[in-house]
T-cell receptor, first 114, second 109 residues
Framework: DTEVTQTPKHLVMGMTNKKSLKCEQH?????MYWYKQKAKKPPELMFV???????INESVPSRFSPECPNSSLLNLHLHALQPEDSALYLC?????????????FGPGTRLTVL | GQNIDQPTEMTATEGAIVQINCTYQ??????LFWYQQHAGEAPTFLSY??LDGLEEKGRFSSFLSRSKGYSYLLLKELQMKDSASYLC??????????WGAGTKLIIKP
């Protein structure tokens, strides 16, 4: 099973709202990722967690706050977002961060910021 | 700098064969991935090459030449459902994926 699940599928929020995106995998993977993808562009890496520790933060604004409660779950907390943050947010996981392991993606959350 | 080039768009006919090329210049190389992405959906893994040569998987094959910094994805017996974007990504010396912009493949009946 190579399934990564994400909730919600769609999210519309105002610039003053606080919301969270959730990601879950049960493949025993120890690395989890958040990506942002704009239309007709490749995914942009935001954060990487390896063994539940944040290992990469690609200079993402503080209005995005990741959290990894355990090895199966990854959250992305959103606060005071801007309309330009509207995008598809993808979660992915891989066996390990230390090798060139295949990343498996969840279906994504389509976020619209009004 | 790091760079991955793919054609922006290609058109092919149902039942035919199409080859999507990818050239790369990266700091280090730990393998090259091909992903398929339908509009509005997540990327799905197609293939991984780390050694030179051809990897065949059903209707899809992927080729790698490390000395030339070149890969291609070959799709045979094209079906309408193959209409999608195809993303080439290289794992660099830090095992970080560097993504190409993707090739939009349009299949015509």
């Amino acid at each position: 099973d190579t399934e990564v699940t994400q909730t919600p599928k769609h999210l519309v929020m105002g610039m003053t709202n606080k919301k969270s995106l959730k990601c879950e995998q049960h493949m025993g993977h120890r690395a989890m990722y958040w990506y942002k993808q704009k239309a007709k562009k490749p995914p942009e890496l935001m954060f990487v967690y390896s063994y539940e520790k944040l290992s990469i933060n690609e200079s993402v604004p503080s209005r995005f706050s990741p959290e990894c409660p355990n090895s199966s779950l990854l959250n992305l907390h959103l606060h005071a977002l801007q309309p330009e943050d509207s995008a598809l947010y993808l979660c992915a996981s891989s066996q390990d961060r230390g090798g060139a392991d295949t990343q498996y993606f969840g279906p994504g959350t389509r976020l619209t910021v009004l | 700098g790091q760079n991955i080039d793919q054609p922006t768009e290609m058109t092919a006919t149902e039942g035919a064969i199409v080859q999507i090329n990818c050239t790369y210049q990266t700091s280090g190389f730990n393998g090259l991935f091909w992903y398929q992405q339908h509009a509005g959906e997540a990327p799905t893994f197609l293939s991984y090459n780390v050694l030179d040569g051809l990897e065949e998987k059903g209707r899809f094959s992927s080729f790698l030449s490390r000395s030339k910094g070149y890969s291609y994805l070959l799709l045979k017996e094209l079906q309408m459902k193959d209409s999608a974007s195809y993303l080439c990504a290289v794992s660099d010396s830090n095992y970080q994926l560097i993504w190409g912009a993707g090739t939009k493949l349009i299949i015509k009946p």
